[in-house]
Antibody
Framework: EVQLVQSGAEVKKPGESLKISCGAS????????VAWVRQMPGKGLELMGL????????RYSPSFQGQVTISAERSINTAYLQWGRLKASDTAIYFC????????????WGQGTLVTVAS | QSVLTQPPSVSAAPGQKVNIPCSGS????????VSWYRQFPGTAPKLLIY???KRPSGIPDRFSGSKSGTSATLGITGLQAGDEADYHC???????????FGGGTKVTVL
């Protein structure tokens, strides 16, 4: 089955670090870019950045540049999103999604990872 | 503030048609493909329309996409209770060099 499976919900304190994952199966991982998308409570979708699993090239939305790190490990078909120092405002659901083509659409989504940051 | 503009909500009676607009600019909708996503509460978005008006396999033809200039529209005909969800538009922005989304529109079946 073609799918993206994300790691489980996380509860962290401000200032802590975190790395969440997105595992791909059922297709050639290196063929498609993978995106990370944030959805804050009650809000719309925000693209954080993209990674090309073939060569690990990354692109970040200006709002997220320097705030997070996106990476991929092709040997285990997994993409990652990490924070060095979490803030309460990072509380959100984070989705990974497969980019069908650079200017086309996101045709496959992970189930989402809820990240809660609270003291 | 989202780059693309959608109304917060639209509503219609069962069996009726609803149109969801998505407004942008020449740097995004005006010169790039638009896609639409449906999201039920507590679940991940799902692709409904890509490349302005194409439907992925398994998406019924009750769902349609159109575009004119810097605006796009998602149409849903034969509205059903199961269509109640949030609908998001998205596209590439050539000036920002990144993908952008609308704020999402909640569809309510009266």
């Amino acid at each position: 089955e073609v799918q993206l499976v994300q790691s489980g919900a996380e509860v962290k304190k401000p200032g802590e670090s975190l790395k969440i994952s997105c595992g791909a199966s059922g297709y050639t991982f290196t063929t498609y870019w993978v995106a990370w998308v944030r959805q804050m409570p009650g809000k719309g979708l925000e693209l954080m950045g993209l990674v090309n699993p073939d060569d690990s090239e990354t692109r970040y939305s200006p709002s997220f540049q320097g705030q997070v790190t996106i990476s991929a490990e092709r040997s285990i078909n997994t993409a990652y999103l990490q924070w060095g120092r979490l803030k309460a405002s990072d509380t959100a659901i984070y989705f990974c999604a497969r980019l069908r083509a650079v200017r086309s659409s996101f045709d496959l989504w992970g189930q989402g990872t809820l990240v809660t940051v609270a003291s | 503030q989202s780059v693309l503009t959608q109304p917060p909500s639209v509503s219609a009676a069962p069996g009726q048609k609803v149109n969801i607009p998505c407004s942008g600019s020449s740097s995004n909708i005006g010169n790039n493909y638009v896609s639409w996503y449906r999201q039920f509460p507590g679940t991940a978005p799902k692709l409904l329309i890509y490349d302005d008006k194409k439907r992925p396999s398994g998406i019924p033809d009750r769902f349609s996409g159109s575009k004119s200039g810097t605006s796009a529209t998602l149409g849903i005909t034969g509205l059903q209770a199961g269509d109640e969800a949030d609908y998001h538009c998205g596209t590439w922005d050539s000036s920002l060099s990144i993908w952008v989304f609308g704020g999402g529109t909640k569809v309510t079946v009266l």
